[in-house]
């Protein structure tokens, strides 16, 4: 009946996927990078923060110590006394200075024989506790040979080229006088800006091959130092580097990024008091308590240094006008980039690094969430709606699986590049749907909007199915109904009023045809032609028919008072009492716009639709006024059983062969009443004994019955009712006796 509006959608599906193509090779040309790590840091925020793997304390450069040294440079002695005191007497297991103290970092204002002394002193600690990591960098330097110039030792990524460590630069690093020949434990303070947009430090290259020895990054190297793992059992491979003890027994295990990357997971804000802190003023002022403090002091500063027991420690600069601050995830505002290292550290030793898919997932991941919203979001057949919020649905589930998966096992799945390109398409799908659908809806409109209700239109567009030319077969209920004696008012009204009244009685029958999803076929002269199930499928396409032709009736009898009513009008009584016939049959038919190529109606051909023509004029001859088919009245009563039908007879129509068992529709069974339901009684149980050809009692109980039936000869002006038909048949058949095998079937002569 309707070629379905799929291959449409299926041509717009693949129309739209221009558009995930679109944002695929924006993700590509990292176009979309930043919006992605904007979307990882509300995940680190949504997530929370994190409990410490490991005990790991702040030791600040802030404004209080800096006061305290008093001078610039810092002096490096204060370093010395804090990490002596440290080690000493917090018993700490390592620690780590996020400060680079190279030859560069001096002052010609500074008397050089203080640095010197400095220096010693500082190099006596760093000998005695081989606990202690320096910082090494790549960075911008003055150039030794005098030029006055500054150059930038470049980091040698791998991932850029730089796999030759005989090529490659050594960073800046402490002066021989603190590290000696031996180099010391020195550790990388370089992150990655490079590698993600924006300020936030996220990606730490963890190693640095280069001429001389290969430099571990200061996290990796404190973690090494804390484990105890020598130097020479740090296996570096292309995907990982794994930190064993004597046996050879891997104590920690860390993935890598493109050989040499990894993702810092960032545990918690700065200022969180799962992070420790003390100003490196509070440690100095302790140490000295304990060396010439009262009784008192010296009890507080050691209950102090407890806290450090077996603790890593991180000495770093805090204070802004030191100019190393950077934004985090859980901070907008600048924080010390100190808590990169300490991030790190917590992130190894916790196991949670940051895993993501290859590039080639991620653009699978798009696509499919692409396909599943779009497939769902314009999908036009039934339960679109349902298929809409399903789309939405799907939207809901990847974002939670998103933060979810991040929050439990620490995957970054991509979150702009997938829900913007998914959201996008389907927008622009269902906005294109809803154009189209306009224009649909205007074109059916155009085809059936003269004899289908509005909102049959509207079920029609929504249906995603538009009409077909040429026929197809469904299986329908056909109606027709026609006015009782129209040629007599036709020859009594004038032809004003014979106008006026069909426009009256048209438009009451067709707007209860169509209230009940009916379709208009034609109306010929009084008759009217309409189908239930086409051109919309409809599951209860009888038992609506069946419905309608009882509102027919309740419509005519609306008609006959209002036309009595109507004094002004001059109508004949013949109008009062007009009456209406409907017959219904259900069954295959073949439907849809029949006609030439320059004109054509939609409607409905067939033997099914021939006999419901046949239910609607036999109907004269039993004097009632709805006949159904038993098909009818079988599939109506399987859906509801509200409407009350009774046999009529058992019979063959004229042009047919084949006999069919009729009933009439007598109405709702609500409004029946006592009277007609005992008169229907009667009937049937004359109607027993006369398919027994028990015709004396079959007469007795059909006479009974006359006298109950809704239309009375002398009453109603009707000639005849069921009951007086079968009455006078019985009383033939008793004097023609039928064959002893006869099986019920009465053959009429007419139509």
């Known amino acids: 009946m309707f070629a ?195 300020n936030t430090p996220r990606w730490v290259p963890m190693f640095a091959y280069t001429p001389g020895p290969t430099y571990l990054t200061l996290a990796l190297d404190m973690a090494r130092i804390f484990l105890g793992v020598d130097k020479n059992n740090v296996i570096i491979e292309d995907d990982y580097i794994y930190l064993n003890d004597k046996q050879g027994e891997s104590l920690m295990t860390i993935p890598l990024t493109d050989n040499q990357m990894v993702e810092v997971n960032w545990f918690s804000p700065w200022a969180s008091d799962k992070n420790i802190h003390y100003s490196m003023k509070t440690v100095l002022g302790a140490a000295a308590w304990l060396k010439q403090g009262s009784a008192e002091q010296k009890q507080e500063a050691e209950e102090f240094f407890k806290a450090f027991n077996n603790a890593m420690v991180l000495i770093g600069p805090v204070d802004p006008l030191l100019h190393d601050l950077a934004p985090s995830p859980f901070e907008n505002e600048p924080v010390p980039k100190v808590g990169v290292h300490g991030n790190l550290i917590k992130t190894m030793f916790a196991d949670a690094f940051l895993k993501r898919f290859p590039f080639e997932v991620n653009i699978t991941i798009l696509f499919v969430l692409t396909i599943l919203m779009v497939a769902l979001g314009i999908w036009s057949g039934v339960h679109s709606g349902i298929t809409k919020m399903a789309s939405l649905l799907v939207l809901i589930l990847y974002v939670a699986g998103v933060f979810f998966l991040f929050d439990t096992l620490n995957w970054v799945l991509p979150f702009v590049t997938p829900v913007g390109a998914a959201c996008s398409t389907t927008f622009v799908g269902v906005v294109f749907q809803l154009i189209v659908s306009e224009k649909q809806k205007s074109r059916i409109k155009g085809l059936f909007g003269t004899y289908v209700s509005p909102e049959l239109v509207n079920k029609m567009v929504e249906s995603g199915e538009e009409p077909q030319l040429g026929g197809v077969e469904e299986k329908i209920t056909a109606f027709f109904s026609d006015v009782e004696n129209f040629s007599t008012f036709s020859e009594i009204l004038s032809p004003s009023q014979l106008v006026d009244l069909m426009n009256d009685y048209l438009t009451g029958m067709t707007d209860a045809l169509q209230q ?236």
Request: net charge neutral; hydrophobic share 40%; charged share 25%.
């Open 4 to 198: 379905s509006s799929k291959a449409f959608s299926f041509k717009l599906f693949f129309a739209l996927l221009a558009i995930p193509f679109t944002w695929a090779l924006a993700s590509w040309l990292g176009w979309l990078t930043y919006l992605e790590y904007e979307s990882l840091d509300w995940r680190f925020r949504v997530r929370g923060e994190l409990d410490n793997p490991v005990k790991l304390i702040y030791v600040n450069l802030d404004s209080e110590a800096i006061e305290l040294m008093g001078e610039r440079p810092l002096p490096r002695v204060f370093f010395a006394e804090t990490v002596d005191a440290l080690f000493k007497f917090g018993k700490v297991k390592v620690v780590g200075i996020d400060a680079v103290f190279s030859d560069s970092a001096h002052s010609i204002l500074v008397d050089p024989s203080k640095v010197k002394l400095d220096n010693e002193a500082f190099k006596r600690v760093i000998d005695r506790e081989p606990g202690i990591v320096l910082a090494a960098t790549y960075t911008s330097q003055f150039d030794p040979l005098g030029k006055g110039e500054y150059s930038l030792k470049e980091f040698p990524f791998i991932y850029k080229g730089y796999i030759n460590p005989n090529l490659n630069s050594l960073p800046e690093q402490p002066s021989a006088t603190l590290i000696g020949t031996d180099g010391g434990n020195l550790g990388l303070i370089n992150v990655n800006d490079q590698y993600s947009p924006g």
């Open 516 to 751: 009940e999803g009916g379709t208009l076929d034609k109306y010929i002269g009084d008759a009217i032609v309409a189908m239930f199930g086409a051109p919309l499928y409809m599951k209860d396409h009888a038992l609506a028919a069946c419905r309608a032709a009882c509102r027919v009736q309740e419509i005519q009898k609306e008609l006959c008072a209002k036309w009595q009513r109507d004094k002004g009008a001059n109508w004949p009584n013949l109008v009062f009492f007009m009456r209406t016939r409907v017959g219904l049959n259900t069954g295959l038919a073949t439907v849809g716009n029949m006609g030439s190529s320059t004109r054509f109606n939609y409607t409905m051909m067939g033997d099914t639709v021939n006999l419901a023509a046949r239910c609607e004029s036999g109907a004269k001859a039993y004097g009632v006024y709805g006949m159904v088919t038993e098909d009818t009245r079988m599939l109506a009563q399987e859906q509801d059983t509200s409407i009350f039908f009774r046999f009529l007879d058992y019979i063959v129509v004229k042009g047919r062969s084949k006999p069919v068992r009729m009933y009439e529709l007598m109405g709702f069974k609500d409004n029946l009443g006592g009277r007609l339901l005992e008169c229907a009684e009667i009937y049937e149980e004359a109607m027993q004994h006369y398919l027994n050809q028990n015709w004396q009692e079959a007469m007795r109980l059909f006479e009974k019955a006359s006298t109950l039936e809704r239309f009375q000869p002398a009453r109603d002006g009707v000639l005849i009712n069921p009951s007086l038909v079968f009455l006078k048949r019985c009383s033939i058949m008793q004097k023609e006796q039928p064959d002893p095998n006869w099986n019920g079937v009465f053959t009429m002569k007419g139509k």
